[in-house]
């Protein structure tokens, strides 16, 4: 296991070096014509603009829905000793949705990004207003790509033959968020890494001592 453990933080570590220019990147030259060209192309057609003009935000829900389910799931089964996999995913999102939902609040405070919405309204806002919390100043991380990647990220890990499909599931995550113009190309990538980084942390805090769920 520590020869796995460590070779997932080589892994993680190479990532986060990889991604750090390539987030200046974005935010120097990518994140605002990728901005444009959707606001200039997908939203000239009238029913995509009908269609995602304001979609509800169930983040919070789906974080409350899925820890709860999870607490009942995981305490009705541990109380009559199933220790299977699906009661250690569970064990798992108990801690892990509410604390990729924590995060994602906490990141948005500190980097205070506008968001892409009012960018286009307001382009002179475009940037990071750090620890300022400013009304939708909150783009940066993407939240949703924190949460719904972390939670993807659990359950493959139990469930090593669902990994294409977290993966895809991701991916086409992504894409709307920067289709829709809620987020810049570098919120979401960055919230999907962190996703796995946070992900990692919580599994090894809870499993590393009994040796389960390796990485």
Known sequence: MTDVSDRTSRNLALSGALLVPFTVLCVW?????????????LYANRHWRLVTSDLPDLLLAVVIVATAGSFFFYLLRSEKGILDRATLLAKEVLWLAPASYLAKALLKVAFG???TRYWLTNPGAYGFHWFQMKEHCEGFPSGHMLVIVALLAAVWRFYPEARTLGILVSILL???????????????????YLAIVLEVMIARLLFCRR????D
Do not use: E, K, W
């Open 174 to 192: 992504g894409v709307a968020l920067i289709a829709t113009n809620y987020h810049f190309l570098s919120d979401v990538a960055v919230g999907g």
């Open 211 to 214: 040796g389960t769920a390796a």
């Open 29 to 41: 030259y990518l994140d605002v014509p990728l901005a444009t060209f959707v606001t200039d192309y």
């Open 113 to 115: 990004r506008s968001n």
